[in-house]
């Protein structure tokens, strides 16, 4: 694709600018000063191409009417693959634009509307806007430092996003270990004042453990304390009961016994009478006479001693069934106050345990008061006073006495406990607030750890990613090297009067240039602007050849502005002489925007701005 004719109408510094007979081989040179509206035309090529240029796109194209106008207008005639197109398109100051593309030899419309122009112009010139501005236009503003000569370099090896994803990666790893370092040392500062504090995690749970055994026990002893007061209480009256339905019982019992005797005697009498009175008859001849009203006088005083020894005998079984009660509510009173005596008697480390009263010696809370100290007395021993409570033989006096003795005891035994528990509990309470500011104390260590280790995982996430990074670009790079090697070393050392002969980019991302003077590579950057720029120019211009032979393009025009920015007169004139030989090839036309006609500079057209 070459540039046959260009007119601008009110497009940036122009008003009307009207370019026509441009040749299609050849150099262009736009002449002018600063700020004379030479790189303009290169943003009107580029807007009329694609709509955009390379600082403003979308709504933003408004800026690029002239001032005080409605609308800019670029008409582009271009020529590609030997047919002639008219390319028009329209910016008006509320960003928005139209666009057309007519066929001259065909005479028809191809597309009126910017998205056709846009689908149409890529299937015909067989790349977009990214590809051109990399390939075929050489923007001044984005290229008037080394810096950017190193980055478009870059990005024709197609390394560019590598590298800035691998700087990106390197930058967040540094970031994380300067953040690492100073999290250590907080973390540091946290542990030691968090340890400062001397709590012992487990402490708590066995002071707590602790409490609840004296607790278990003090509500052991004052039920069985509760039960021996219980016995005092009930035994007299229970005792009183007990005798007093014994002898009832025992009244009971020779009564039951008579009434059973008396029915045995009249049934006999009564049997003798009915089967045998031959035998009564010397005992008792009245009876025998009268046989019939005396045996039925028998059966109804059976009748009647039956029922009345029934009744007496179930009294009976009734008051021995209370009189079984009250034997097992005196077994359950000897038993409590036996079990009183077995714990009165039991010394205090066996009861409390080794933890619970190691723990209460060492704190010295035992043996402060006499309560303590009656703790072991001497036994107590109840002798056989258990076994005649169980009968009710036991005086009530003496139940009394011996109860109101265990329980006094065991008063004792709980106040002590009691003390001790409330004791514990203080301890407690002051070993909880410790453990507290421990935890606070401990959750801001386990902050610091948990930002610690989100640092570590990224600075490891970030090393392997410039693993992998390095690892997927080697294959750009070494075709880059390839293509360099093959293709551009030719063109490299005509633009370097042979000083550089070879380029290439290591694995580590690093530009380097092979001085035939030195004999070695030297980086990039280790080398004069205005080479670098030489360097840049020439594989820009080998990749637009590249380009242009892959379109089949039989012709291509490439833009360059300010290419000999920095230049000394020799590299000039070298850089001129090799832009001649190029124009032989598929880079037929150049552009080129200068201040000033350089030394040697013969121009097929000459634009004066």
């Not at 846009?118 to 236009?137: N, Q, R, S, W």
């Not at 019992?253 to 059973?260: A, D, E, K, M």
Request: hydrophobic share 40%; aromatic share 8%.
């Amino acid at each position: 694709m070459v540039i046959t004719e260009l007119l601008v109408v009110n497009f940036r510094k122009y008003e009307n600018l009207h370019l026509t007979g441009l040749p299609e081989k050849g150099l262009i040179a736009v002449n002018g000063s600063n700020e004379s509206g030479k790189s303009s035309l290169g943003d009107a090529i580029c807007f009329a191409l694609f709509g955009r240029t390379s600082q403003l796109a979308g709504k933003r194209i408004s800026k690029l009417v002239h001032w005080g106008e409605e609308e800019a207008r670029i008409i582009l005639s271009l020529q590609h693959r030997g047919k002639n197109y008219r390319l028009t398109r329209v910016a008006n100051t509320d960003g928005e634009q139209t666009a057309s593309l007519w066929s001259v030899e065909d005479n028809e419309t191809l597309a009126d509307t910017t998205d056709d122009v846009d689908e149409v112009l890529k299937k015909l010139l067989g790349f977009g806007y990214p590809a051109f501005i990399k390939t075929f236009y050489w923007n001044q503003q984005g290229n008037e430092d080394s810096r950017a000569d190193t980055e478009s370099l870059q990005a024709m090896a197609g390394v560019k996003a590598y590298i800035g994803l691998e700087e990106s990666f390197k930058t967040e790893q540094q970031t994380f270990n300067i953040e690492l370092e100073k999290i250590e040392k907080d973390h540091k500062a946290s542990v030691e004042v968090r340890d400062a504090t001397g709590v012992d995690q487990n402490w708590l749970p066995e002071l707590v453990e602790v409490r609840e055994s004296l607790e278990h026990r003090e509500k052991d002893r004052r039920g069985v304390t509760q039960s021996i007061n219980q016995v005092k209480e009930t035994y007299t009256e229970k005792h009183g009961d007990f005798h007093q339905l014994t002898r009832k019982n025992d009244r009971l019992g020779w009564l039951s016994t008579l009434g059973l005797v008396l029915l045995v005697v009249a049934l006999l009498a009564w049997a003798l009478l009915t089967f045998a009175p031959d035998l009564l008859a010397s005992v008792w001849p009245e009876a025998v006479k009268s046989s019939d009203s005396v045996g039925r006088g028998l059966l109804w005083f059976g009748v009647a001693v039956a029922i009345v020894t029934s009744i007496l005998m179930f009294y009976g079984w009734n008051l021995e069934r209370k009189i079984r009660l009250l034997y097992e509510q005196a077994g359950v009173m000897s038993d409590d106050l036996q079990q009183g005596v077995d714990k009165l008697n039991v010394d205090m480390e066996s009861y409390l345990g080794e933890k619970t009263h190691g723990y209460l010696s060492q704190s010295g809370l035992l043996y402060e008061g006499a309560d303590d100290k009656k703790w072991q007395s001497d036994p107590v021993q109840l002798g056989d006073l258990s076994g005649r409570i169980r009968t009710y033989e036991a005086d009530p006096l003496e139940t009394i006495a011996a109860a109101d003795g265990v329980s006094m005891a065991l008063d004792r035994q709980n106040s002590t406990l009691y003390r001790c528990a409330r004791a514990v509990d203080r301890d407690v309470e002051i070993e909880r607030v410790r453990v507290d500011e421990y935890i606070l104390l401990n959750n801001e260590v386990q902050r610091y750890e948990s930002m610690r280790d989100e640092r570590l995982r990224g600075i490891k996430v970030r090393e392997k990613g410039r693993e992998l990074i390095n690892k997927a670009s080697l294959h750009a790079i070494r075709h880059f090297n390839r293509i360099v090697h093959g293709r551009c070393q030719t063109l490299l050392s005509d633009f370097t009067q042979s000083n550089y002969t070879d380029l290439e980019i290591d694995n580590n991302f690093t530009l380097k240039v092979l001085s035939e003077e030195k004999g070695d590579y030297l980086e990039f950057e280790e080398i004069s602007a205005g080479t670098q720029r030489q360097i840049a120019l020439a594989m820009r211009v080998s990749l637009a050849n590249t380009l242009a032979e892959s379109t089949d393009a039989q012709g291509q025009f490439i833009f360059l502005d300010e290419p000999f920015a920095f230049f000394d007169p020799e590299r000039t004139t070298a850089t001129i002489n090799r832009l001649y030989e190029s124009t032989a090839g598929n880079l037929s036309q150049i552009w080129v925007t200068v201040q000033g006609i350089p030394e040697g500079l013969d121009a097929a057209f000459m634009v004066d701005c």
